[in-house]
Protein backbone atom coordinates (compact mmCIF):
# COMPACT_ATOMS: atom_id res chain seq x y z
CA UNK A 1 0.00 0.00 0.00
CA UNK A 2 2.79 2.40 1.11
CA UNK A 3 6.36 2.44 -0.29
CA UNK A 4 9.54 3.77 1.89
CA UNK A 5 12.33 4.26 2.31
CA UNK A 6 14.41 5.77 5.97
CA UNK A 7 13.41 9.32 5.21
CA UNK A 8 9.65 8.96 4.39
CA UNK A 9 9.59 6.26 7.36
CA UNK A 10 10.75 9.12 9.68
CA UNK A 11 8.02 11.68 8.12
CA UNK A 12 5.52 9.50 7.68
CA UNK A 13 5.50 8.32 11.02
CA UNK A 14 2.89 11.68 11.75
CA UNK A 15 0.97 10.69 8.79
CA UNK A 16 0.28 7.13 9.62
CA UNK A 17 -0.78 7.63 13.43
CA UNK A 18 -2.94 10.16 12.28
CA UNK A 19 -4.91 7.87 9.45
CA UNK A 20 -4.99 4.99 11.86
CA UNK A 21 -6.06 6.59 15.19
CA UNK A 22 -8.52 9.07 13.63
CA UNK A 23 -10.05 6.65 11.43
CA UNK A 24 -11.08 4.47 13.98
CA UNK A 25 -12.03 6.87 16.43
CA UNK A 26 -14.18 8.10 13.56
CA UNK A 27 -15.91 4.78 13.61
CA UNK A 28 -16.66 4.33 17.15
CA UNK A 29 -17.76 8.16 17.65
CA UNK A 30 -20.39 7.63 14.93
CA UNK A 31 -21.34 4.40 16.15
CA UNK A 32 -21.65 6.05 19.47
CA UNK A 33 -23.89 8.52 18.17
CA UNK A 34 -25.76 5.95 16.39
CA UNK A 35 -26.61 4.30 19.62
CA UNK A 36 -24.15 1.87 20.03
CA UNK A 37 -22.83 1.52 23.28
CA UNK A 38 -20.21 -0.51 22.19
CA UNK A 39 -17.10 1.13 21.58
CA UNK A 40 -17.83 3.58 24.94
CA UNK A 41 -17.72 0.60 26.99
CA UNK A 42 -14.42 -1.30 25.04
CA UNK A 43 -12.60 2.39 25.65
CA UNK A 44 -12.49 3.22 22.15
CA UNK A 45 -14.04 6.73 22.20
CA UNK A 46 -10.08 7.86 22.72
CA UNK A 47 -7.84 9.50 20.48
CA UNK A 48 -4.58 8.04 22.44
CA UNK A 49 -2.72 5.64 20.07
CA UNK A 50 -2.06 2.80 22.14
CA UNK A 51 -6.23 2.03 22.26
CA UNK A 52 -6.15 1.74 18.37
CA UNK A 53 -3.07 0.66 16.90
CA UNK A 54 -2.73 -3.40 16.21
CA UNK A 55 1.32 -4.10 16.66
CA UNK A 56 0.86 -7.10 13.86
CA UNK A 57 -0.43 -4.56 11.83
CA UNK A 58 1.85 -1.84 12.23
CA UNK A 59 4.41 -3.98 11.65
CA UNK A 60 2.05 -5.52 8.24
CA UNK A 61 2.67 -1.86 7.08
CA UNK A 62 6.66 -1.90 6.88
CA UNK A 63 6.46 -5.38 5.64
CA UNK A 64 3.75 -5.66 3.23
CA UNK A 65 3.15 -2.60 2.78
CA UNK A 66 0.14 -2.74 4.12
CA UNK A 67 -1.30 -2.39 7.41
CA UNK A 68 -4.53 -2.25 9.92
CA UNK A 69 -5.33 -1.11 12.98
CA UNK A 70 -7.69 -2.51 15.86
CA UNK A 71 -11.29 -2.78 14.37
CA UNK A 72 -13.64 -1.22 16.55
CA UNK A 73 -16.29 -3.60 18.01
CA UNK A 74 -19.75 -2.57 17.19
CA UNK A 75 -23.04 -3.89 17.73
CA UNK A 76 -25.59 -3.28 14.97
CA UNK A 77 -28.69 -4.27 17.28
CA UNK A 78 -28.10 -1.02 19.09
CA UNK A 79 -28.54 1.29 16.28
CA UNK A 80 -31.93 2.92 16.06
CA UNK A 81 -32.43 2.51 12.62
CA UNK A 82 -29.84 -0.97 11.01
CA UNK A 83 -29.29 0.38 7.41
CA UNK A 84 -28.64 4.15 8.29
CA UNK A 85 -26.22 2.85 11.18
CA UNK A 86 -24.01 0.77 9.20
CA UNK A 87 -23.83 2.90 6.11
CA UNK A 88 -23.01 6.13 8.41
CA UNK A 89 -20.36 4.04 10.53
CA UNK A 90 -18.70 2.36 7.60
CA UNK A 91 -18.47 5.85 6.03
CA UNK A 92 -17.24 7.48 8.73
CA UNK A 93 -13.81 6.15 8.66
CA UNK A 94 -12.95 6.42 5.31
CA UNK A 95 -14.55 10.17 5.35
CA UNK A 96 -12.55 10.96 8.64
CA UNK A 97 -9.28 9.74 6.45
CA UNK A 98 -9.97 12.07 3.47
CA UNK A 99 -11.48 15.03 5.67
CA UNK A 100 -7.43 15.12 7.68
CA UNK A 101 -5.90 14.67 3.95
CA UNK A 102 -7.74 18.06 3.13
CA UNK A 103 -6.57 19.86 6.64
CA UNK A 104 -3.40 18.81 5.51
CA UNK A 105 -3.09 20.49 2.29
CA UNK A 106 -5.12 22.96 3.10
CA UNK A 107 -2.06 24.06 6.31
CA UNK A 108 0.30 23.39 3.50
CA UNK A 109 -1.29 25.31 0.87
CA UNK A 110 -1.40 28.64 3.05
CA UNK A 111 1.90 28.24 4.33
CA UNK A 112 3.34 28.24 1.34
CA UNK A 113 1.23 31.11 0.07
CA UNK A 114 2.41 32.92 3.11
CA UNK A 115 6.32 32.24 2.48
CA UNK A 116 6.42 30.10 5.58
CA UNK A 117 6.89 26.68 4.37
CA UNK A 118 10.48 26.43 3.70
CA UNK A 119 11.90 23.39 5.65
CA UNK A 120 11.56 20.37 3.11
CA UNK A 121 10.77 18.25 6.21
CA UNK A 122 7.51 19.92 7.18
CA UNK A 123 6.44 20.12 2.94
CA UNK A 124 7.32 15.79 2.91
CA UNK A 125 5.70 15.71 6.69
CA UNK A 126 2.45 17.32 5.15
CA UNK A 127 2.69 15.56 1.87
CA UNK A 128 2.60 12.12 3.47
CA UNK A 129 0.23 12.99 5.59
CA UNK A 130 -1.90 13.96 2.94
CA UNK A 131 -1.10 10.82 0.62
CA UNK A 132 -1.34 8.19 3.56
CA UNK A 133 -5.02 9.65 4.38
CA UNK A 134 -6.34 9.27 0.87
CA UNK A 135 -5.01 5.85 0.37
CA UNK A 136 -6.11 4.74 3.56
CA UNK A 137 -9.44 5.94 2.84
CA UNK A 138 -9.74 4.15 -0.79
CA UNK A 139 -8.14 1.07 0.54
CA UNK A 140 -10.99 0.84 3.07
CA UNK A 141 -13.71 1.32 0.93
CA UNK A 142 -12.35 -1.94 -1.03
CA UNK A 143 -15.52 -4.36 -0.83
CA UNK A 144 -13.55 -7.33 0.53
CA UNK A 145 -14.24 -8.52 4.22
CA UNK A 146 -13.62 -7.07 7.06
CA UNK A 147 -12.98 -3.27 5.68
CA UNK A 148 -15.27 -1.08 5.60
CA UNK A 149 -16.32 -1.18 1.72
CA UNK A 150 -17.71 -4.71 2.51
CA UNK A 151 -20.06 -3.26 5.34
CA UNK A 152 -21.79 -1.28 3.01
CA UNK A 153 -22.07 -3.91 0.36
CA UNK A 154 -23.46 -6.17 3.04
CA UNK A 155 -26.42 -3.17 3.55
CA UNK A 156 -26.87 -3.02 -0.22
CA UNK A 157 -27.10 -6.69 -1.41
CA UNK A 158 -29.85 -8.84 -0.66
CA UNK A 159 -29.26 -10.86 2.38
CA UNK A 160 -28.08 -14.50 0.73
CA UNK A 161 -25.47 -12.73 -1.50
CA UNK A 162 -24.39 -10.64 1.74
CA UNK A 163 -23.91 -13.95 3.54
CA UNK A 164 -21.67 -15.18 0.51
CA UNK A 165 -19.70 -12.14 1.06
CA UNK A 166 -19.15 -12.28 4.83
CA UNK A 167 -18.19 -15.77 3.86
CA UNK A 168 -14.85 -14.82 2.11
CA UNK A 169 -13.29 -12.98 5.16
CA UNK A 170 -11.41 -16.34 6.07
CA UNK A 171 -10.02 -16.08 3.00
CA UNK A 172 -9.64 -11.97 3.42
CA UNK A 173 -6.08 -11.54 4.18
CA UNK A 174 -4.36 -13.86 1.48
CA UNK A 175 -6.89 -11.89 -0.94
CA UNK A 176 -5.58 -8.92 0.13
CA UNK A 177 -2.13 -9.64 0.40
CA UNK A 178 -2.44 -10.79 -3.12
CA UNK A 179 -4.14 -7.95 -3.93
CA UNK A 180 -1.59 -5.53 -3.01
CA UNK A 181 1.50 -6.75 -3.94
CA UNK A 182 0.28 -7.15 -7.64
CA UNK A 183 -0.37 -4.19 -9.89
CA UNK A 184 -4.14 -4.51 -10.06
CA UNK A 185 -4.43 -2.34 -6.45
CA UNK A 186 -2.19 0.05 -8.36
CA UNK A 187 -4.70 0.38 -11.25
CA UNK A 188 -7.59 0.91 -8.55
CA UNK A 189 -4.87 3.06 -6.39
CA UNK A 190 -3.23 5.96 -8.59
CA UNK A 191 -6.77 7.23 -10.42
CA UNK A 192 -8.67 7.44 -7.53
CA UNK A 193 -5.52 8.65 -5.36
CA UNK A 194 -5.38 11.16 -8.69
CA UNK A 195 -8.81 11.76 -8.70
CA UNK A 196 -8.87 12.84 -4.62
CA UNK A 197 -5.76 15.42 -5.04
CA UNK A 198 -7.33 16.57 -8.16
CA UNK A 199 -10.49 17.93 -6.68
CA UNK A 200 -8.52 19.34 -3.43
CA UNK A 201 -6.48 20.93 -5.71
CA UNK A 202 -9.28 22.58 -7.94
CA UNK A 203 -11.28 23.70 -4.45
CA UNK A 204 -7.59 25.42 -3.53
CA UNK A 205 -7.21 27.08 -6.72
CA UNK A 206 -10.77 28.18 -6.90
CA UNK A 207 -11.42 29.24 -3.09
CA UNK A 208 -7.24 30.32 -1.70
Known sequence: MFGFDFASIIAGIPGLLMAMVFHEFAHAFVADRMGDPTPRMTGRLTLNPVVHIDPIGLIMLFVARFGWAKPVMINPNHFKNWRKGEVCVSL????????????????????????????????????????????????????????DGSRLLTVLLPSRWSYRLAALERYSFLILIVFVMTPVFSYILIPLQRLVLGVFGIFFSLFL
Open 92 to 147: AGPAANLLLAFLAMFVKVCLFKTGLLFSHGLNLVLDLIVLYNVNFAIFNLIPIPPL
